[in-house]
């Protein structure tokens, strides 16, 4: 009896183990070797084009709000066109064109339009084409009289008119809208908080006067005259927000005549060379429209909700979309000073702190433009504040560059 | 990594200071505090230079320093305080204009020179005994200096001239990362009902640079890349080298590790700069190569890898890596290639 036993328990051991060892073990052979096409872009490819990596692209998935805004686009896009400027990885262009648009037109300076292209593709998408370029560079690709009934484009920068495709929806909003056709968004404003955050002023000022033994004073010049873009805790902010400028797209001044000859002419050159993928799009010189380099002014007037000492002013930006022939479609893109934001908002440092007590109001001016020089790569921003004296009667004023690349 | 962006930058404006109005003062001599503020806070960076020279200020007296790529000039001002004779700081940013200021509040005119300009381009009156250059990029030669600093050692350097650092050598280790997986890599899967799977090859293609955790590291720590800078050749830099590496626990390697260490050891006190995950992090962080195929290692089993690195032939300072990976485990066999361009 007990060498039966044996017996049995030892067979179904051995065959198990067995059978399990070989199920489990996985042979894998397939290489992942860059494609010819992945072989040619290079830093200086990406350099200033940093949408072209992957990693940076993750971000637009997780931000809801925006989707849930242009979900009402993508709803009413049925057997309509839509050119979207400045499309990057192509996620709201494809919902576009599976919302059963006629024809979906992507545009993209970025690398990462070849990639978006694979992605429609391999979704089966053809009524959607993607253009890698500027919108002048792609004119001659479109076909013939090609009007759209939407064209989407965030045209607004982080300080409102300093985004380079706002030369390219101002074309397309003069010159390839049908009549009754929508750019989107097509209103963006400006608001100012007051802000203090002592710790991050000595953190990036303070920290000059004694660099290891040395002091490098001449550093704290190119932090006070920076823009700084970075999201600011909702606990350094001591004042509600002041809605100080608004740009209508509806009624925003267009591109001179001048700037539409060169844009045409842009155009057509792009149509002749043919050889656009081989140029880096990118790296184009661009020169603000007339009406960033003209920029704008506006005044503030912030509540300040604590006794607090401001030492920077912060901006953030909204975009809103009200439509002409279908108010369900209407969205905004809405400020949340210390929470999530659309944008990223910026800062500037003001020169002198202004010491406030709660209820005090300060008041202050900004004028916001962008020169042709330096390939308009630099924002200007001339700020002016002052208490109300409560504390301190203080008036302090600084200009400061915001570069983007 | 100093300046280096900058460089290109400044050197594609065609930038050259002038003593003009403020504003155009401002333009001219605008560059980023970010990058310099970065690697100044970076303690070890900063401390090792520091202390490579301070502790060997004997190599210093009386001596002509080369610092290539000064940037705000403080390794500058680290080799004048240990006594040398002349100090030539050069830099092709702008902040070469704000260098020369400091070097003056500092009271260093005397000793030390900011030259703004390409190394290539440098016109001195003697050799230099020293070359000091923080040079390494992150996976120590993506966007280095090194070539520049080759090419000072080769023109400038006097035949027995020190340099610090005076070697490099590059570290690899296996790690695990299923969090970075999930929300990196197979989120492309779908995304809003779209098949972005392309992305996630992509991804593959792509280093990253960041912060491994210690407790990440399941393999040994393993040296596969070392060259003497007093030596080595542009050349030499393309390399091919073989490691392998041994579970020291089973888990899932989805990633390999690359770190880099450079020792001073051109005087009689050596230091190491080390950006180890293992030592707190520098701003180098660690470069993560994600591997296509996670290999499923159990403890005491070995991979080998081949890794190829050269640059990019369209942009030398982009690389082109490639991973030969070859694992032959209990649970599983991995043999296959792999692409990743570092830029």
Partial sequence: MPA??????????????????????????????????????????????????????????????????????????????????????????????????????????????????????????????????????????????????????????????????????????????????????????????????????????????????????????????????????????????????????????????????????????????????????????????????????????????????????????????????????????????????????????????LPVNAGEKIQGTLRIHTPADKGGKITVVEVTAKTAGQVAAIETSGTYYYQSY | MSSAQQCEEAAAEGTVVKTTANKDYYFDSYSHYGIHMEMLKDYHRTTAYRDAIWRNAYMFKNKVVLDVGCGTGILSMFAARAGARKVIGIDCSNVAVQARRIVQDNSFSDVITIIQGKVEELDLDEKVDIIISEWMGYFLLYESMLNTVLYARDRWGTPDVKILPNSANMYACGITDPQYIEQKFDIWKNVNGLDFSYFKRLSYIEPLIDTVDPEQIITDIVPFFSFDINKVTEAELSFTRTFALEAKQGDFVHAISVHFDTPFHAGHDPVVLNTSPMVPPTHWRQTVLYIFHPLIMKRGEKANFTIKCVPNPGNPRDLDISLRIDFDGELQACHYDQDFRLR
């Avoid at chain 1, 002592?198 to 004073?217: A, C, H």
């Avoid at chain 1, 949340?336 to 910026?346: A, D, I, K, L």
């Fill in chain 1, 4 to 353: 039966k036993r044996d017996m049995r328990t030892g067979a179904p051991t051995q065959r198990g183990a067995s059978r399990s060892a070989n199920a489990c073990k996985v042979v894998l052979t397939e290489s992942l070797l860059a494609t010819d096409a992945e072989k040619h872009p290079t830093s200086k490819s990406l350099y200033g084009d940093s949408a072209a990596r992957i990693s940076s692209n993750i971000s637009m998935i997780h931000d809801h709000q925006r989707l849930r805004a242009y979900e009402v686009i993508f709803r009413n896009v049925r057997g309509k066109t839509l050119l979207h400027l400045g499309c990057g990885m192509g996620l709201y262009t494809m919902l576009a064109a599976r919302g059963m648009a006629k024809m979906v037109i992507g545009v993209d300076s970025s690398a990462i339009v070849d990639a978006a292209r694979v992605v429609a593709e391999q979704n089966g998408l053809k009524n959607i084409l993607f253009i890698r370029g500027r919108l002048c560079d792609a004119l001659h690709q479109l076909p013939a009289d090609m009007k759209f009934d939407y064209v989407l484009c965030e045209w607004m920068g982080p300080l409102l008119l300093n985004e380079r495709v706002l030369t390219d929806a101002l074309y397309a909003r003069d010159h390839l809208l049908t009549a009754s056709g929508a750019l989107c968004p097509n209103r963006a404003s400006l608001h100012v908080v007051a802000v203090s955050d002592y710790p991050f002023r000595l953190d990036t000022e303070d920290f000059w006067s004694n660099v290891y033994g040395f002091q490098m004073e001449p550093m704290k010049e190119l932090v006070r005259q920076e823009v700084e873009m970075c999201a600011i805790p909702g606990s350094n902010i001591v004042s509600a927000p002041c809605l100080a400028h608004t740009v209508h797209m509806d009624t925003l001044e267009g591109l001179t005549a001048e700037e539409t000859a060169t844009y045409e002419a842009q155009a057509s050159q792009a149509a002749a060379s043919r050889d656009n993928e081989e140029e880096n799009p990118v790296e184009h010189r661009w020169v603000p429209t007339a009406v960033a380099q003209r920029g704008y002014k506006a005044a503030f007037t912030l509540s300040i909700t604590r006794n607090a000492t401001v030492h920077y002013l912060t901006f953030y930006l909204d975009a809103a979309f009200t439509s002409k022939t279908n108010p369900g479609a209407n969205f905004v893109l809405a400020v949340r000073p210390g929470g999530e934001n659309n944008w990223t908002e910026v800062s500037v440092g003001l020169r002198e702190p």
